[in-house]
Structure formats: C-alpha cells, structure tokens
C-alpha cells in the first residue's frame, strides 16, 4: 500500500524537525557553561587540581537526623567488592571494639520488608553508595538549606 | 646393580687417586679460578630472577598481580620511591633467599603445568596464595615491609590521627604485624569470607 503525502505536510515535517533541532542546539550550548566550565565545545579546559581529603578522627555533624554521616578520613585503595570490604574491617559490629570506629547502624541489618539480618543487608553494603569523603573545594552549584535548628531558632526569635 | 657399583668404585678410585700428571699450582689456582667463575656466575644468575622484569616474563605475573600493583601506592606516588616485585616476596638476607628460591621451585611447576595460565584459574587460586604470603610475613614479623619501614623511624605525631592511634596501640606493642592490617596493600583481595579481622 502506498500513501501519497500532500507537500505542505512534508514542508511542515520538516519545519518542525529543524525547529528541535535548533531547541537541542541551543540547550547543548547554554550545558557548555556548567560543570565543564567556558571551554569551548571543541576544547579540553584545564582540569582542575585534586584538593586534598579530609582526614580527622572526628565526625562531622550531620545535616539532618537520617543523613548518611561523611567519611572523615582517606579511602584511597580500600577494596568494596563482592571480594572484601575494607570499610567493614574496621566498621562491623565485631571489629569495632580492636579498631575503635563507630559501628555501622543497626539499619543497614534491615532487610527491605524491615527484619533485622544476622550480618549486613546486601542492599547496604556498597558503603560509598551513600557515605562519601569530603574535600576542602567550592560548592559546583549553590545551596540554601537550612538546618532544623536553625530554622526553629528564627522562627522561635521572630 | 653390579654394573652401578663398578662404576662408582671407578669414580672413587680416580677421586681420592693423587694427580699424577697436574701439578699443585694448576689444581689450586685452577680450583679458585673456576670457584670464582662458578659462584660469580651462580650469583649473577640468582640475582637476574631477583628483578621485577623476570616475574613479568610471565603472563601470568604481568596480567594479573603486576597490573594490580600498578594503581597502588607501592608503584606510582607522590615522591617518586616505588617497590618492585621482590622488594616484598623476596627476603632480602641471602640464607632466606635461597629457602625462598627453593620454594620456588613449586612455582616453576605451577608455571609448566598452567596452574594459574588463565584470570578464572587465577582467581580461584588467590586465597590459597595470599594465604602462603600472609603466613610467611607473619612468621618473620613482616619482614619485608620493615625493610623500608622502620617502626624505630616511624613519627607517629605526624601520622593521621586514625593512623597514630592504630600503631601506637597495636604496633608499637608488638601485638600485631604490619600484614595484621594491611592485607591487600598492594594487590587485590582474594574472597576473604572467613579471614580473620573481615567478614
């Protein structure tokens, strides 16, 4: 079966398709200006330095009650996979006591239908799934969050 | 069998017979001379399989192992100091060298008959031979590694604080070794369910 088109559908195809094109062209230009920085398309800009990893004993504070707490210190080579985990050798429940870390939450026992497992779920146990290290650089984009307290104190002074 | 003990008797004779036709001088500056040349050239022989371009003549050492090491502190890092392959699985004394040459020899037997000749093989091998270097540098109190890092050197005060704490309790009481904590320092781990200290 053969279907004959009449020329203004065809024209108007094809006004459509360039008119996307363009939308993408110009999308793809303004994305230029965001975590590549101004190089142009064509170019390699600068890479940046690798700042430094945060590396205390200290725990940092958390932003809000369920937020995974940060790693305060290096992971640089540490093995996570279906082999070992290196966080684990310090961070299990039977290894805190020799290595004196905190022991991971009891959370991550729980299983998705909420029953407590005897070892690690294994939906927990890639680590740096939500726990990362934290380095000394400028926030990439901007952030106005604010933490409970603060927002009960200016509500508590107005 | 008598053919056997003709034959030695006729080695003995001619052995423990004085030279009737060589003289003293020829026998002893001859015996150094080819001493000198036998044990110049055993030791350089030794020392040739003592390189790391040696272990990675092997596929399986340079596919495997070495292009573990390559990502780790131990090949590539800030000042510049690397550790070759028999820095660390080779004691460096010459009487526990030539121990660890004869172990060796196992080795050259895993490498003719293909022990490990394939990843898959490999891998299912690799908690069997970690275990043998686990054992070996707790057995000589990891040796290996106190050849570069002397705990008598070692400035805790600028260590991490996590690092400090851990070798001041456990290091410098002497109740662990090095290899205790650093288990895949400078390869990749083999499965280590049922290792002790992981789980």
Known sequence: ?158 | MTRLKELVAAFWRTFTRPAAYLSLGTLTVGGFVAGVIFWGGFNTALELTNTETFCISCHEMRDNVYQELRSTIHFTNRSGVRATCPDCHVPHEWTDKIARKMQASKEVWGKIFGTINTREKFENKRLELAKHEWARLSANDSLECRNCHSEEYMDFSVQSPRAAVAHETYLATGDKTCIDCHKGIAHQLPNMAGVEGWN
């Open chain 1, 1 to 158: 079966m053969k279907t004959k088109r009449h020329p203004t559908f065809v024209v108007l195809v094809a006004a459509l398709v360039s008119g996307g094109l363009l939308a993408v062209t110009a999308a793809a230009q303004e994305a230029t200006t965001g975590l590549r920085g101004l190089a142009p398309l064509y170019g390699n800009a600068e890479a940046p330095r690798i700042p430094a990893t945060e590396e205390t004993a200290k725990q940092r504070i958390r932003a809000y009650p369920e937020q995974p707490p940060t790693i305060p210190h290096k992971i640089d080579g540490y093995q996570l996979d279906k082999n070992g985990n290196q966080c684990l050798s310090c961070h299990a429940r039977n290894r805190v006591s020799e290595s004196g870390a905190p022991m991971l939450s009891v959370t991550h026992f729980m299983d998705r239908d909420g029953q407590f497992l005897a070892t690690v779920s294994p939906r927990r146990y890639f680590c740096n799934q939500c726990h990362v290290v934290q380095t000394e650089t400028e926030p990439l984009v901007g952030n106005t969050f604010v933490d409970i307290d603060t927002l009960l104190g200016n509500a508590a002074a107005q």
